[in-house]
């Protein structure tokens, strides 16, 4: 089977899905369109009056936050109940911009100009994030500073099951993105780098250890999907980073930086800055980080050259 540069098989490429695995995705779509019409207060509740209902889920979860954030050297601490809080916050608002367009005042921008910058740059453009605060901004509002002409494209794994991937897709692509398959990544990054188009990917997206290891703490480390950011680079994208944060008013913040641009300083240096990245913006809000993230660990000795 194909492999893409996540190193799995995609869902959508693979044959007939199991009947559990249709049942839960069948489940997961119903549950996220009920969520979408939940009053806010009663959602969050989840995280808060309900949660020892679900004992054994808390007990796994607050056991990572023993292991993780407990072990990391910001001073704040992080209960259980006020991830459970924040993980819901973020959830609601990515769910609430599912399928609809950005409304005016629920979020702010900086950094505009770099975004822009690189899109009139007559080059190929790279968007690079990762999984901190409400992602589904990232895009939307990066489509939304696009000319009609251009479509912002997604390089993202699908989810479990098809339905919940087409269910993820329909919202996705209804408001200038497009999605690709991991398993076509290699062609449609020639197809963009030869139209000079526009790709966005998450750093943190991938279960193989080839493209290395990202620090989020002096700690704790998650994996680095370098290969396709090397990709571009190597052949003159110019890559933006950008993050999205939540705000306690509850609107939504989504700062571009400056390109980073091969022509200028050498790929070594240019991954650097990245990993630089990733570290600078955890750390400046990692509350609104996926602590349950499978793939987020302590350093090993193993991981030291």
């Given amino acids: 089977m194909k492999r893409g540069f ?10 007939r899905e199991s009947i559990l695995r249709q049942a839960s995705g069948h489940a997961a779509v119903a549950l996220l369109r009920l969520f979408r019409i939940t009053p806010k207060p009663i959602l969050l509740s989840l995280g ?6 679900y004992l054994r889920v808390r007990k796994a979860h607050a056991q990572k936050l ?3 954030w407990n072990q990391t050297p910001w001073s704040r601490p992080l209960n259980l109940r006020d991830y459970y809080r924040m993980r819901l916050r973020l959830f609601h608002r990515n769910l609430q911009l599912h399928g609809r367009p950005l409304q005016v005042g629920e979020y702010t921008v900086s950094g505009l100009q770099h975004w822009n910058s690189a899109l009139s740059s007559q080059k190929p453009v790279l968007l690079v994030s990762h999984h901190l605060g409400p992602v589904e901004f ?5 489509a939304a500073s696009m000319d009609s002409g251009r479509i912002l494209q997604l390089l993202t794994a699908p989810a479990f099951s098809r339905i919940l991937t087409a269910f993820m897709r329909e919202g996705r692509e209804r408001f200038g993105a497009k ?9 449609a ?8 188009e526009v ?3 998450m750093l943190d997206q991938t279960s193989r250890a080839k493209g290395g290891v ?6 704790l480390i998650g994996p680095f999907n370098w290969e396709p950011v090397e990709f571009m680079l190597f052949r003159g994208a110019w890559v933006v980073p950008v993050t999205a944060r939540l705000m306690d008013t509850g609107v939504v913040h989504v700062a571009f930086e400056a390109p980073l641009i091969a022509g200028r300083e050498n790929l070594p240096t240019l991954r650097r800055r990245l990993e630089e990245f990733v570290l600078r913006t955890w750390q400046a809000s990692p509350e609104q980080g996926n602590w349950s993230y499978p793939r987020l660990r302590r350093i090993r000795p193993t991981d030291i050259p």
Avoid: M, Q, W
Avoid at 6 to 15: I, K, R, T
Avoid at 48 to 53: A, C, E, K, Q
Avoid at 179 to 187: F, M, T
Avoid at 189 to 196: A, F, P, S, T, V
């Fill in 6 to 15: 996540f190193g799995h098989e995609s869902n959508l490429a693979v044959g």
């Fill in 48 to 53: 808060t009056t309900l949660l020892p209902l």
């Fill in 66 to 68: 023993r292991e993780k």
């Fill in 138 to 142: 990232l895009h939307r509002v990066a």
């Fill in 179 to 187: 999605i690709l398959p991991p398993d076509s990544a290699g062609l």
């Fill in 189 to 196: 990054l020639r197809k963009i780098l030869r139209n000079r």
């Fill in 199 to 201: 790709l966005a990917v």
């Fill in 214 to 219: 990202l620090s989020v703490s002096p700690s």
